[in-house]
């Protein structure tokens, strides 16, 4: 018998057939052994679906395929719960299909959770992986995406919702994160009405307000960047941009007080860094005016120590949003 906790990871896949092959073979590298592979499929009309189809027959003890009731297209927040309702393991991670996991990533991953018992989610730093086309010309582009300003850190409720509605924390990559399953029972998994962009800033603003989760300095997953990835395709159909006020998020920030209401959240700084951020909605001619300020703060969260952008911040606030105070 393996006494070893089971890991329970989770593909989902639409149209994926250029790239899900590589992205099951990465589980099938792990450094640690003690998985199974669920392959839940969210509708596709191209050939993912047999791929996936052809390792669950290859290997019916480590892989399951899933799909929707009618092979529906359901969205990604759907497709995950559909994993996790399915899963076994003691703890689940996700893997998107056009995305990998380096080697060593559960064994790293769950040596973390033993030397922080406490936390509910262990999440790192994650390659943006442009090299991935093999020109010479993509490597550079290659970068480390961090999610918090210190690593190798146990946060604790809701620091990291606050840090992440403040622009001073970034969202983990679904990849890179690695979570006890009964997370997903206090925090009710991914909120379904969120079919693609802001399903995971939607899903991790939960955590955050429930669970301790500890973020390292280590990086074992990586992101690929191409034209047909879930934010690239958003940001072409005007749904999405990065830098500028958009449909998408204003969606999730309204989603984000309403839920914060219904769980009677009373923490201070969670609703003025809120309230801060749908203020350039509420007041854009005033943001876009105030918008050069704004760069300056940017550039400034990648030269200046932490403890000096958050005194910077507070200043910016009281002087450019009145609702802070």
Known sequence: MNTKP????????LNGEKFIEEAIESVFAQTYDNWELLLVDDGSTDNSTEIAKQYAQKYPEKVRYLEHEGHQNRGMSATRNLGISNAKG????FLDADDIWLPQKLEKQLETFRLQPEAALVCGPTQWWFSWTGKPQD???DSMREVAPQSDTLYAPPTLLTLLLQNEARTPATCGVLIRRSLFESTG????????????????????????????????????????????????????HPSQLNPAQVIF???????LSAQEIQDKEVWNALNNALWPYHHPLLYYLLKPQKLIMRVARWILPFSVRHWLWTRYKTIGNPTSS
Not at 253 to 259: A, H, R, T
């Open 6 to 13: 089971l890991v329970s990871a989770i593909i989902i896949f």
């Open 90 to 93: 003691e703890y689940i991670a």
């Open 139 to 141: 490597t550079v582009l």
């Open 189 to 240: 998994g991914f909120e379904e009405s969120f079919r693609g962009m802001y399903e995971d800033q939607a899903f991790f603003a939960k955590v955050y307000l429930k669970a301790k989760v500890f973020v390292t300095c280590e990086c074992w997953d990586r992101y690929r960047q191409h034209r047909n990835n879930c934010s690239s395709v958003s940001e072409q159909v005007g749904q999405y």
């Open 253 to 259: 920030l309204n989603w984000l007080s309403d839920y």
